[in-house]
């Protein structure tokens, strides 16, 4: 990859930022495609994050993702935000405009549905309920997806429920909060799980959830993707169920952005995948 001085320049903001596979996606796409630029990681501490995102356009760079804990408080730095990113009220994707305006996007949902497709093509998810674990920025992105999917009872558990309240209020109707300690039950009868919280990452605590309720035709899905299968995931792929890791969503929700950014739409392939596992 050669980078000259007109390289535009692309990167992810959060806090920490060293866990980012991120940088290691789009450089990849970068040197693939032959194109001059560059993506970097920036830890961003949280009381600086709008001091940061105003410097984008100073520094000269095109735009950059949003991560943990950003994406909920970025969405006050915008100048523009769009309808979904304003729904989801969460931002993760930041263009700077040829005038220095700051434009919000959110391709969570984006990411995590063509995860899905890639696993679990034959899902549909119309009239069905399904239960989702966790009210974080992600999560928003996640449920707005599957609402638009079609699906029908939304159960959402969150371990502080004042949390999950809030998301139900945002997003609307659908959606039936639960007591954290009634996970387990909540999987009776439904047709999908995702785990949108950090239980189950590699040094952030175990996930505990029986899965005896859960129908065997369900499909379960994890945000999480170091490790790339998660103990849920090994557990639910042991019982039958299709399983969808993390990682595919973190590849397909960087494709809106590189686009944007070095106006080229990349592809997820075996040979990014591989790249990114290391092998």
């Known amino acids: 990859m050669n980078i000259s001085g007109n390289a535009r320049l692309a990167g992810v903001m959060g806090w920490p930022i060293a866990h980012s596979l991120s940088p290691r996606i789009h450089n990849y796409w970068l040197r693939e495609l032959g194109i001059d630029g560059a993506y970097v990681p920036l830890a961003v501490a949280p009381e600086n994050l709008a001091d940061a995102l105003s410097a984008l356009p100073k520094l000269g760079f095109t735009g950059v993702n949003i991560t943990i804990p950003h994406k909920q408080a970025a969405l006050a730095a915008m100048d523009h935000v769009d309808d979904l990113a304003r729904r989801i009220g969460a931002v993760n994707t930041v263009t700077v405009g040829d005038d220095g305006a700051l434009n919000g996007a959110n391709t969570d949902g984006f990411g995590f549905m063509e995860n899905l497709r890639d696993h679990a093509p034959d899902l549909d998810l119309g009239g ?118 993390g990682l595919g969503m973190l590849l397909h929700q960087a494709r809106p952005g590189f686009a944007a950014w070095f106006g080229t739409e990349p592809e997820v392939t075996p040979a990014l995948i591989a790249h990114i596992l290391g092998d």
Do not use: H, K
Not at 144 to 150: F, K, R, T, Y
Not at 193 to 200: A, I, K, Q, R
Not at 222 to 230: C, I, K, R
């Open 128 to 245: 069905d309920a399904v239960v989702v674990l966790g009210a974080g920025g992600a999560a928003r992105g996640i449920v707005a997806a599957l609402m638009d999917a079609g699906a029908g009872d939304i159960r959402l558990l969150n371990r502080t429920r004042a949390r999950a309240d809030v998301l139900a209020a945002d997003l609307g109707p659908t959606i039936q909060t639960l007591d954290w300690q009634d996970r387990a039950a909540a999987l009776e009868g439904a047709a999908f799980l995702v785990n949108c919280t950090s239980l189950g990452m590699t040094g952030a605590g175990a996930l505990d959830l029986s899965l005896d309720a859960l129908p065997t035709s369900a499909v379960v899905a994890d945000a999480v993707y170091t490790p790339q299968e998660t103990p849920l995931l090994a557990e639910a792929r042991g019982r039958g169920n299709i399983t969808a890791g």
